[in-house]
């Protein structure tokens, strides 16, 4: 590692499991060391994804402990980091981790110490992986998070839909870019034996005939997994052997199997619980979905099923359009219309459909949805941010700017 690279600084909420926390950790254990020095720091004490992230790339890892809000204690954690280990551009991934690599440039403990020397602050870069906001009070802080962007030299979007959406309702840094998430197409390849499919099928109660349609994601009321339960039962009153497998676990489990037992659906879902290597349960399925109503930006499950040779059948929201092209390597529907995605399911139960689709799934994502891609992205975006030489404002001023601290 050279001496000389710049230092990053990831800023994340947590290492809990998510598609925001895993592009971070993905992105330190593929970054090239020789360019960069890596720092990642955490918020909240959430370490499902520890065991995944190489530390011995880490130049420093950095638990905050923060319960809630803005903790001064988290706040010259952060700023010591920044100090000592010459910082050139702190990394926030969405809009709570941005606030506290905001914050803590500009000071530790007293608002008047300078960050590095001369005053000259490391460059801020968020990377925003939200579309749609859900609730009133994301609404509320999104008017105090849109002066911290504006006050960002780089705001990263992770497709093209997300970026336009924003633009037009005014979102504005220094600079934005778009880098899409990518994953690991070597990991992610579909190496099982049909011998161990037909295994894995029979294993969870699904015989050779049943037309088994999987969903992988936890179970929260935004990713609308009722919505394919009605779809399941619409296939199934047409005659056709149709099953659901949804790979997960989360809060609407209960409501979820109440929900089976309404429609006449008992023995006719599965839901495995949360499951470290997903591979062999989507490999199993005949056709994958996702039909969540909001949150999707640009979905790793997504990709992860395309990978695997998978058709998808999507809600047309966020970057889905960037993943599926609809009618190629699956098919899109709008968000809640139940009749689009039974149809289009209806159609996937024509086997030769499903290997042509597949396949295409499988090409686009290793043309254009790889980490390596996604590494060489961020990487070509960080050396423009540091390349740019602009001099900054000193500390006191941007505090006193800010309106942040007193």
């Not at 149709?242 to 489990?253: H, P, S, V, W």
């Not at 039909?291 to 979905?299: C, L, M, P, Q, Y």
């Not at 990709?303 to 960037?322: F, N, R, T, Y």
Request: a positive charge; proline letters at 3%; one cysteine or more.
């Amino acid at each position: 590692m050279s001496a000389r690279a710049p230092g990053l600084l990831f800023i994340v909420n947590s290492l809990s499991l998510g598609g925001a926390e895993k592009q971070v950790v993905t992105l330190l254990n593929h970054l090239d060391e020789s360019r960069f020095r890596l720092h990642l720091a955490y918020l909240k004490r959430g370490e499902h994804l520890l065991a995944q992230l190489n530390t011995a790339k880490l130049d420093e890892l950095l638990c905050c402990d923060v319960s809630r809000g803005v903790e001064r204690k988290a706040l010259r954690q952060l700023q010591h980091v920044i100090s000592a280990r010459h910082i050139d551009a702190v990394v926030c991934t969405n809009t709570y981790s941005m606030l506290y690599g905001y914050l803590a440039r500009l000071a530790g403990s007293r608002p008047g110490d300078a960050v590095r020397g001369g005053g000259r602050l490391p460059k801020l870069a968020t990377v925003f992986h939200t579309t749609l906001l859900r609730t009133y009070k994301e609404k509320a802080q999104m008017l105090l998070y849109q002066r911290l962007f504006k006050r960002s030299d780089l705001l990263l979007y992770v497709c093209e839909n997300q970026r336009d959406y924003w633009r037009d309702r005014g979102l504005r840094a220094a600079a934005d870019g778009v880098v899409h998430n990518g994953i690991d197409v070597d990991y992610f390849s579909d190496v099982q034996t049909p011998e161990q499919k037909g295994t894995m099928r029979q294993s969870l109660g699904f015989g050779p005939q049943d037309y088994v349609i999987g969903l992988c994601s936890s179970l929260r009321p935004e990713k609308a997994h009722g919505d394919l339960l009605q779809a399941v039962a619409r296939l199934r009153a047409q005659g056709l052997p149709a099953k659901a497998l949804f790979i997960g676990d989360g809060a609407e489990r209960e409501t979820l199997e109440r929900r089976a037992l309404e429609l006449g659906l008992r023995e006719h879902l599965r839901i495995t619980g949360l499951q470290q290597d997903v591979r062999p349960f989507i490999g199993c399925c005949d056709v994958m979905t996702l039909v969540s109503h909001a949150i999707e930006t640009f979905s790793l499950a997504a990709l992860e099923s395309m990978a695997l040779g998978k058709p998808l059948v999507m809600s047309d929201i966020g970057g889905a359009s960037e993943q599926v092209l609809h009618g190629q390597n699956g098919f899109l529907f709008e968000p809640g219309n139940v009749a689009a995605l039974a149809a289009h399911l209806s159609t996937l139960t024509l086997e030769t459909l499903r290997v042509q689709m597949g396949a295409a799934a499988r090409r686009r994502v290793r043309q254009l949805f790889t980490v390596d891609a996604m590494t060489a992205g961020f990487t070509e975006q960080m050396t423009q941010l540091l390349g740019t030489g602009r001099s900054r404002p000193t500390l006191e001023r941007r505090a006193e700017q800010s309106g942040f601290l007193t």
